[in-house]
């Protein structure tokens, strides 16, 4: 993230288009296009539906099933928002980046593997690690695609 005359830019060194359908090498300025408003306002909803949910999930055994859940549910969540919606408005913005972005939460996600490992519960966190990733990558492009079959099939 660079400053340049008071205002923010992100920066970007790829030639594909990434998640919010910028092309990257683009620069995007969030000040002027009020692109962080939305962002933020999703951001605060996610948090609060986060934080919700994992008051109304037991906590039951030696597997992190709530953050689990929630992870996989976000890329599921996220995967239905990239087929439905146009990767330009700002209401795309507010759901993946805002929502799904605070809903998620990989930071967790590394407090118990890490917790996993420091334990010497090396199996658990493995397998932890890659059912995270991998159900949660299933999730994502499971619910895109049968998004895209239903919406063309209307």
């Known amino acids: 993230m660079a400053l ?3 205002t ?4 970007r060194k790829y030639k594909e288009i990434n998640l919010v359908g910028l092309p990257f090498g683009s620069t995007v300025n969030l000040v002027n296009n009020r692109a962080f408003i939305p ?9 609060c539906a986060r934080w919700g949910l994992l008051e109304m999930l037991p906590t039951t055994g030696n597997w992190p099933w709530q953050i689990f859940i929630l ?3 976000g890329c599921c969540i996220l ?3 990239v087929g439905c919606f146009s990767l330009e408005t700002k209401l795309f913005h507010a759901l993946t980046t805002g929502f799904c972005g605070a809903f998620t939460t990989f930071s967790a996600f590394s407090v118990d593997l890490a917790e996993f490992i420091r334990n010497g519960q090396l199996l658990t966190g493995f397998s932890y690690l890659l059912a995270s990733s991998f159900v ?3 999730g994502y492009f499971y619910s895109k695609q049968r998004l895209s079959i239903r919406m063309a099939s209307k």
């Open 8 to 11: 923010i830019y992100l920066e």
């Open 39 to 47: 962002i933020f306002l999703g951001g605060v909803f996610g948090a």
């Open 71 to 73: 992870n996989v549910a």
């Open 136 to 138: 949660g990558l299933w």
């Open 79 to 81: 995967g239905i928002l």
């Open 4 to 6: 340049n005359n008071s």
